[in-house]
């Protein structure tokens, strides 16, 4: 079993040292049809990162709004945007203008990274000003596309981390701000650090064991904390691959990207399985070997319709933004590693996370409870 302790890399480096180690092997596409393996991943990203320092991000310029859904050049902005050293702010498309600007506010964004054509489709104004990918795409140079060849080619991980002016980064540092309303509808910003989600990715690969033959079904938004954590950053450092989709509700389209890619793992909610049963054949589920529920309570017909359809039990998990976020899940036996045993409790949300601990205290004041007692996790 890993644990994150003080010689575990900073996210940035780890992500460096996967993209590497993976080289030519394919790292992720989506289903407009982009395909990358890890070195085109890097190459593109290091590209993009060139350019953005630049000509758009003022040296005073700490984070930056991202206003994409989950696809290809969504994971390269946000790699960019982590390798330039600053800290990305996945806006919510969702919700409305006023709040989206307030969110920008909140933040101080100078600038949201976003498409014409997602803006279009979504027909939201961020409030703040707009850097289009594809205005982007016409301005990266020769230039831009060579240094970023020759450095994703002829640097090791450990050269590369210091040549892009990250050797000072420390596990503190922030990575992202996760906007949650929670239950009081007023925005509030999350900031999420380096340890924050690299142990989470450490808790991920110690109980769920993403491998190279591994491909995630990638639907989750990148502003909510479990897509952020698990299909973008877990899914970028370590040696599965992911496939995305920009709407977990469009069934048809992740059905046919499960099957062309033959997905193993996949993190819904309980609506959007519903939506699944419905519209996805059970060929095309055929490969996933874990669906891993949260969110919503998981309902126990739901799970048995699910698993007499495709021959798959979900499982749940548990998780909530500020704690990083993955808190507990269960775990199936053909994810168990050598132990080889299940660790699943039906209508339990599973064991807590590599490094997490978790009591249980009574409603009224601070004590511990013990075994068997109802009380506030």
């Known amino acids: 079993m890993t644990h994150y302790d003080a010689s575990t890399p900073v996210i940035t480096l780890r992500l460096l040292q996967q993209l590497k180690q993976s080289g030519s092997r ?41 206003f994409l859904p989950p696809t290809v050049p969504a994971v390269a902005t946000n790699l960019a945007v982590a390798l330039a050293d600053r800290v990305a702010v996945n806006l919510n498309y969702t919700v409305n203008s006023a709040m989206l600007k307030q969110c920008c506010e909140k933040a101080g964004l100078k600038h949201v990274i976003t498409s014409r054509k997602f803006i279009d489709k979504v027909g939201l104004d961020v409030g703040c000003p707009m850097v289009f990918l594809e205005d982007i795409k016409d301005r990266i140079t020769l230039g831009d596309k060579l240094s970023a060849l020759c450095n994703a080619r002829l640097r090791s991980a450990a050269g590369l981390h210091r040549y892009l002016g990250l050797q000072h980064k420390t596990h503190d540092d922030p990575v992202t701000i996760i906007f949650t309303s929670g239950s009081t509808g007023v925005p509030k910003g999350v900031v999420l650090s380096s340890k924050n989600i690299t142990s989470n990715i450490i808790g991920i690969d110690d109980t769920i064991h993403l491998s190279e033959k591994d491909v995630v079904l990638g639907i989750l938004p990148f502003f909510h904390s479990f897509g952020y954590t698990i299909p973008l950053w877990a899914g970028m450092t370590l040696p599965c691959s992911v496939v995305y989709h920009f709407s977990p509700l469009e069934a048809r389209p992740i059905g046919k990207l499960a099957e062309d890619y033959q997905t193993t793992v996949l993190l819904a909610t309980p609506t959007f399985l519903r939506s699944y049963l419905r519209r996805v054949e059970p060929q095309q589920f055929k490969s996933l070997d874990i669906v891993v529920l949260g969110a919503e309570k998981m309902p126990l017909g739901l799970a048995d319709e699910f698993e007499q359809k495709f021959a798959i039990r979900p499982i749940e998990g548990y998780g909530t933004t500020e704690l990083s976020p993955l808190v507990s899940v269960n775990v199936p036996a053909s994810r168990a590693g050598a132990a080889g045993t299940s660790r699943i409790r039906e209508g339990s949300v599973g064991l807590p996370m590599t490094d997490v601990k978790a009591r249980i205290v009574s409603i009224d004041h601070d004590t511990t409870l013990g075994t068997d007692e109802v009380g506030l996790l």
């Open 26 to 66: 394919f790292k992720t596409a989506d289903s407009t049809g982009a395909r990358l393996s890890s070195r085109e991943l890097l190459i593109r990203t290091l590209a993009l990162r060139r350019y953005l320092l630049r000509e758009v991000l003022a040296p005073d310029e700490h984070r930056v709004g991202i």
